[in-house]
């Protein structure tokens, strides 16, 4: 399984951007979906993730209301869109997924998740 990030950029505060994530090898028809980010200096914390079953989402308390995760209907690529864009939104974003499905506790925890793509620059500035 290989995801690739993509959809990363410069955007001023207030703005908005939509990361993709394309997968080959399995489809986001299983399991789990997730997005992580990192900034410098910075442990890898959760941004939002998706029961590809269920269809419930989760987010983070600091993006709750300006992001969004969905999926396509071919279940290839995921998507995470970003509005209200804030500087301390500054960070690489990684998508991740995993197979299964798993409690809704684990659904924030990165080692939830067994597959990685390389991750996408987004930088807000003010």
């Known amino acids: 399984v290989q995801l690739q990030a993509s959809g990363g950029g410069l955007v001023q505060a207030g703005g908005s951007l939509r990361l993709s994530c394309a997968s080959s090898g399995r489809t986001f028809n299983s399991g789990a979906m997730g997005w992580f980010r990192q900034a410098p200096g910075k442990e890898r914390e959760f941004v939002g993730s998706l029961d590809a079953w269920t269809r419930s989402t989760y987010y983070a308390d600091s993006v709750k209301g300006r992001f969004a995760i969905s999926r396509d209907s071919a279940k290839t690529t995921m998507y995470l869109q970003m509005n209200g864009l804030k500087p301390e939104d500054t960070a690489v974003y990684y998508c991740?997924?995993?197979?299964?499905?798993?409690?809704?506790?684990?659904?924030?925890?990165?080692?939830?998740?067994?597959?990685w793509g390389q991750g996408t620059q987004v930088t807000v500035s003010s």
């Open positions: 991740a997924t995993r197979g299964t499905r798993i409690v809704a506790s684990a659904m924030r925890s990165a080692g939830s998740f067994d597959y």
